[in-house]
């Protein structure tokens, strides 16, 4: 079969502002697009478009030529800051601040406006120009930034839920200000009956302003809740690369220097010190020690290295002192790909393109085409500009999609707020879309199905030999020691005898185990070569209790003392109780499982078995996580990862549906598009059902809310619904989203 290579190309990425919606990334999408040569894709989500041109394009022209046609677009392009720089500081203004502020000011002045309108019983003399003072600031500060957006939007010959907002906010401030300066809206002791009746008016009386305020108030509670949500984005990478060690001890000239991580060049050797990350990747020129390398390749097992070992750069150095000579430094190393991995896979994962917007793009300029006819129709046939405005306004109004604003946020908080009370955060209405198509879970083992802790699983004992005493000798051995495996068996012995006696003469034996004195005894305990090197060989029992532990992959470990082999402790990290609990709960959702481990193929299958899953993929690394993950979505399947770990961050940012356990990395928790705090598996089930239960409501509301408007705009445009009853209709449609946002409350887990 013969393969061809992708050609090489240019690659850029900038930084997108003053994106609205979802149409807004596909009209700079067609405009980069447009370009000779180029491929772009441009990600609502993220705010971020990448641009590839062939390897021949200057990629200083290139960034040039895509920013300028970006701002010709109406919107702002920039190079994105260094990481370091984009790291948010404690005196880092916050970006919400502005919305927010608009918001609560928007409230406080809505909410007198809007209770003069509705109670006719405190309309208070000259209570209309009240009114009109509140509002003013409403529809000129507060809802200034849809109308920026309409008129820019306008200026290139376009139109979005901006462009209908902002009409619809002008017209009904504007009719209201005519009605009030030249009708009889304005005179001493008028006042403004609530009618719901249908008729036609002249609108010379009649003021609007709760229309004005009430919609931007809402639009913009919706616009903010939305931002808060986006306002992490890039949380994930600089977490990940939060892991890496800062500074280094390089060992120059015989003498050890502390310089920073940025200056550790290829070939330098350096220092690491019990407790300490690797600073980079590199190959072990001296010592022995374990080392911790579950948060890069998932291995629940310490692993054991000595020189000519390479070791990975933010591991853990679990044990003794180490002399390490770098190979990768920098953007070379392995924690650097997978922040690559990470970055790749969030701008690979396709915007999630909201309902509303996908209708807007036809239905906005048919309200606006809608409103213009009306007012020609009315003003051609005779009915007078007072009547034929009146009906224009008050097809914008019934239109205007106060409705549609709160369908989303409404559900959202509702959904969301009951989630955090179950352990289950959702990030965003962009997370649901997918949980509804999900039909393969992938799981990670390490932390995710099992505890990630090692403990003792068994203990396998010579005839007339008690486990209690086992435990308290080796326990009390192993206490004296560093090691990971060693500290799963004192607290096994801690928690079963209590406090452990003293050592004496204690001794770390490289590569075999450990040796001392307990209450009088000559314990060992390590290896079977380690009792064998001291003539206390295993029996043919023991034995084969510790080949029967390596076969299912846990660590064995052999315990001796007086002179003759005593026991067998088996020690690996064990599966939580309520994991089979919990995959049974997936495969009633209509999912697949899929255990997915860095762990050896023994350990996985074991581990499988005891849950319940039949597909295993064993002994992959970060990367090969990423490839199971697309492997399986080239499948046809709509995948869903959990995990925990640094190492299943890509994959979780891969996935269609990422859900991080809580208990984990902050990496895996920012990557996940859901966050399991209780680290209960069984919550994943939970998380699911909310989500998409979340997820109709949303369209529930988006359905009803565009309804009323198809019912009632013809009625609007007949001139037989005035725009106080417009109003009203569009105050009932908000208050009927949210009551059925409000059912979300009484979602009850099923664990």
């Known amino acids: 079969m013969t393969t061809t290579s992708s050609p090489p190309v240019t690659d850029v990425e900038l930084v997108i502002g003053g994106m609205t919606c979802a149409s807004c990334a596909n009209r700079i999408e067609r405009k980069l697009n447009k370009l000779d040569g180029v491929t772009a ?24 030529q895509a920013i300028s046609e970006v701002e010709a677009a109406g919107y702002t392009a920039a190079l994105p800051l260094p990481r370091d720089a984009d790291a948010p500081t404690a005196d880092a203004p916050d970006p919400t601040l502005p919305l927010r502020q608009r918001l609560v000011t928007s409230a406080v002045l809505a909410a007198p406006v809007v209770a003069l309108a509705m109670v006719p019983a ?61 009708g009889t809206a304005g005179v001493p002791g008028m006042t403004h009956p609530f009618e719901l009746t249908i008729s036609p008016t002249d609108g010379a009386g009649n003021v609007y302003l709760e229309v004005a305020a009430g919609v931007t108030t809402f639009i913009l509670a919706g616009r903010y809740f939305e931002a808060r949500s986006k306002r992490r984005a890039g949380d994930a990478l600089r977490a990940l690369l939060e892991l890496g060690a800062k500074d280094v001890t390089v060992l120059q000239r015989g003498t050890e220097v502390r310089i920073p991580i940025d200056q550790l060049a290829v070939g330098d050797r350096f220092l690491v010190r019990p407790g300490e990350k690797i600073a980079a990747d590199g190959v072990v020129e001296d010592g022995a020690s374990a080392v911790d390398a579950s948060m890069l390749t998932g291995e629940s097992v310490p692993v054991e290295v000595g020189p000519g070992d390479t070791v990975v750069g933010a591991c853990v150095n679990a044990g003794g ?10 953007a070379d190393t392995q924690l650097a790909q997978m922040a690559k991995l990470v970055e790749d896979a969030q701008s690979g994962k396709a915007a999630a393109q ?59 908080l509702v959904g969301t707020g009951r989630g955090a009370q179950l352990g289950i955060l959702v990030k965003g209405p962009e997370v649901l879309e997918s949980t509804r198509r ?126 003759a082999a005593r026991a067998v402790l088996e020690v690996a990290d064990t599966v939580k109780p309520t994991s089979a609990q919990a995959v049974a709960g997936l495969r009633g959702l209509g999912l697949t499982p899929v255990l997915l481990t860095g762990d050896n193929a023994a350990v996985a299958h074991t581990v499988a078995a005891e ?60 990557a996940g598009d859901i966050v399991l705090v209780r680290g209960d598996l069984r919550a994943a089930v939970d998380a699911i059902r909310l989500a998409r239960r979340t997820l109709a409501t949303i369209k529930g509301n988006l359905f009803w809310a565009f309804a009323y408007n198809v019912a009632a705009l013809p009625l609007a445009a007949a001139g037989l619904l005035n725009p106080m009853l417009a109003g009203a209709a569009m105050a009932f449609s908000s208050v009927f989203v949210v009551a059925n946002s409000l059912r979300l409350r009484s979602f009850t887990p099923r664990a």
Not at 45 to 55: I, M
Not at 165 to 175: K, N, R, Y
Not at 452 to 472: I, K, N, P, Q, W
């Open 41 to 64: 894709t441009v990600n609502y989500a993220t705010e971020k478009a990448r641009v590839s041109a062939p390897a021949g394009v200057d990629p200083a022209a290139l960034v040039s």
């Open 438 to 563: 999900v039909d393969t879970v992938v799981l990670d083992k390490t932390g995710t199905v099992t505890t990630g802790r090692m403990s003792v699983v068994a203990v396998h004992t010579a005839d007339g030999v008690d486990e209690d005493e086992v435990l308290r000798l080796a326990g009390a051995l192993e206490n004296a020691s560093e090691h990971p495996i060693a500290a799963a068996v004192a607290r096994a012995a801690r928690e079963r005898v209590g406090t452990l006696p003293a050592v004496e003469e204690f001794a770390n034996v490289e590569g075999l185990g450990v040796q001392g004195v307990v209450d009088g005894h000559a314990v060992l305990a390590g290896r079977p070569a380690l009792l064998e090197d001291w003539s206390q060989p295993l029996g043919p029992e023991l034995a084969a209790a510790m080949t029967a532990a390596q076969e299912r992959g846990r660590t064995a470990i052999a315990v001796a003392w007086d002179g």
């Open 122 to 182: 405190w309309q208070f003399t000259y209570w209309q120009w009240i009114s009109l003072a509140l509002a003013g600031p409403i529809v000129t500060w507060a809802a200034w930034p849809f109308h920026k957006a309409a008129w820019t939007n306008l200026r290139h010959g376009a139109a979005t839920m901006d462009t209908l907002i902002s009409i619809g906010v002008l017209a009904a401030f504007g009719w209201s200000l005519y009605a009030l300066l030249f």
């Open 321 to 330: 002192r180490l002399v390490v000579r770098a190979t990768r430094v920098g």
């Open 354 to 412: 909201r309902l509303a917007d996908r209708i807007s793009g036809v239905f906005v300029p048919i309200v606006i085409g809608l409103a213009v006819a009306t007012l020609g129709f009315w003003l051609g046939t005779g009915g007078g500009a007072a009547a034929a405005f009146t009906a224009a306004v008050a097809v914008l109004i019934i239109a205007c999609p106060c409705a549609l604003g709160l369908a989303t946020p409404t559900a959202l």
């Open 611 to 670: 849950v319940g899953i039949d597909e295993v993929v064993a002994e992959v690394l970060p990367a090969d996580k990423v490839d199971v993950v697309k492997r399986l979505q080239d499948e046809g399947k709509v995948v869903a990862m959990i995990g925990d770990g640094v190492n299943d961050a890509a994959a979780l940012a891969q996935a269609d549906l990422g859900l991080a356990m809580g208990t984990g990395t902050d990496v895996a928790i920012e």
